[in-house]
DNA sequence: ACAATAGTGTCTGTGAGACAGTATCGA
DNA sequence: TCGATACTGTCTCACAGACACTATTGT
């Protein structure tokens, strides 16, 4: 950038000579299923890492936003909107894919499973640990674990596992889950109180005494 | 991407008539100069956004990864090296730059204000926040700024700004900065006692009851 | 009545917060 | 001796952790 004004540099640098990275996002798409932390992973048809489990993700448009992308992606590739997303980290060693330059910005998606009827395949997080994936995945697979285990303690993701309504034992099970460790009853009710709401109504035909069903109030962060 | 195989589509993606986006690294380098916390940002020359002031950054080079990059703007804009740097966000909305399409991938870089005997032009935060930036580099500031206030409770990002050996008082300054708030001494050095290790030297010359200089327990996370 | 799950009362220890005190330097 | 800064002892209160208890359903 010697002796040339910003506006030529921009010139050449959008010029064919100076090539880019290709940019995607990647989908960590959790979801709870019973007593297990889920992720939905795609095989792969293709070289390399032909057969392989990889995350889903599409390419960014040169005119769709980062977030545009990423509905996009919820959208083709797990057939749900209006689903919980957050940025996680953006992955961009040189070698992470073998074809091309790609630079992954990877999103953590979160979805309660009565939404998901549809045909992504769930794989749970223990057998993913002990798998191997396509590219660098299963580090980023990794990342978004640790990040939910943290933001358990002080964010509400917990809820994003979970429909409007639930039962306080529900929720206790996601926090078990995420946290990977079991909580006592009393202890766990007496935090989470200022956070929900007694909706008034209770659950029923389950055999045994039934629960108070709540909501989150959305008045507390 | 119906009917073709994932080869074809990435040669397609490839050639010309796909457009890319550009990949940028942009830098909120802090530092704590006194009582406060300041950032390097660089006056433009040129249009758009002429003569305001903008957050140091580089292109992403085809074969440099992303610490690279940001490992070579902070050599070429700042002047320095083997400094903190951490990834903050990627900002990836349509017209954050009006000229051409580009992603950024901001870099969080901390380093104490000894290290910094160069030219990098240093502006407080509080008079960044009244002022107008160019690009949306306002809002990525802010988001640097709430993500140490955030880890200087968990993490020990507070030591990053300070050489080798400090002593409690210049810590304790550094911890009130990054908190905005005034701490008791006695509970912050009950709480920050685990973390650092006596070296048995002496501040001295000081015009009044020399302290104790500490270095960081580097056993202790 | 019983099994099983839902929900509550209470003790204890830890640690943050607040404040008052003592210690050691230069001038 | 005094001003200024460095450093320490201790009380209180909130809250996490642990555990024992009571309550309500279907069978």
């Not at 894919?97 to 749970?124: F, G, H, Q």
């Not at 202890?187 to 956070?195: A, L, V």
């Given at each position: 950038?010697?002796?040339?004004?910003?506006?030529?540099f921009?010139?050449?640098?959008?010029?064919?000579?100076?090539?880019?990275?290709?940019?995607?996002v990647?989908?960590?798409?959790?979801?709870?299923?019973?007593?297990?932390?889920k992720?939905a992973?795609?095989?792969?048809?293709?070289?390399?890492?032909?057969?392989?489990?990889?995350?889903?993700?599409?390419f960014?448009?040169?005119?769709?936003?980062l977030?545009d992308a990423?509905r996009?992606?919820?959208?083709?590739?797990?057939?749900?909107?209006d689903?919980?997303?957050e940025?996680?980290?953006?992955?961009?060693?040189?070698?992470r894919?073998?074809?091309?330059?790609i630079?992954?910005?990877s999103?953590?998606?979160?979805?309660p499973?009565?939404?998901?009827?549809?045909t992504?395949?769930l794989?749970?997080?223990?057998?993913?640990?002990?798998?191997?994936?396509?590219?660098?995945h299963?580090k980023i697979v990794?990342?978004?674990?640790e990040?939910?285990k943290?933001?358990?303690?002080?964010s509400?993701?917990?809820?994003k596992?979970?429909?409007?309504?639930f039962?306080?034992?529900?929720?206790q099970?996601?926090?078990?889950?995420l946290?990977?460790?079991?909580?006592?009853?009393?202890n766990?009710?007496?935090?989470?109180?200022p956070?929900?709401?007694d909706?008034?109504k209770?659950?029923?035909g389950?055999?045994?005494?039934?629960?108070?069903?709540?909501?989150?109030?959305?008045?507390i962060?």
């Amino acid at each position: 950038m010697k002796n040339i004004t910003e506006k030529q540099f921009l010139e050449q640098y959008s010029s064919e000579q100076y090539k880019k990275p290709s940019v995607a996002v990647d989908l960590v798409l959790f979801t709870i299923d019973g007593d297990e932390l889920k992720c939905a992973l795609i095989k792969r048809s293709e070289h390399p890492f032909k057969n392989m489990l990889s995350l889903p993700g599409v390419f960014v448009g040169i005119n769709e936003s980062l977030d545009d992308a990423v509905r996009r992606g919820i959208k083709t590739k797990a057939g749900l909107k209006d689903i919980y997303f957050e940025q996680l980290y953006t992955w961009g060693e040189v070698d992470r894919d073998p074809r091309m330059r790609i630079i992954s910005v990877s999103y953590l998606a979160l979805v309660p499973i009565e939404k998901l009827e549809t045909t992504a395949a769930l794989y749970p997080y223990e057998e993913i640990q002990k798998a191997e994936l396509a590219f660098d995945h299963k580090k980023i697979v990794e990342y978004a674990r640790e990040r939910i285990k943290n933001k358990a303690n002080y964010s509400d993701i917990a809820f994003k596992f979970l429909p409007e309504e639930f039962t306080l034992p529900q929720l206790q099970k996601i926090y078990e889950i995420l946290l990977d460790k079991p909580l006592y009853k009393a202890n766990f009710r007496k935090k989470i109180e200022p956070y929900i709401e007694d909706t008034g109504k209770m659950t029923s035909g389950n055999a045994h005494r039934p629960s108070k069903l709540y909501k989150r109030n959305e008045a507390i962060i």
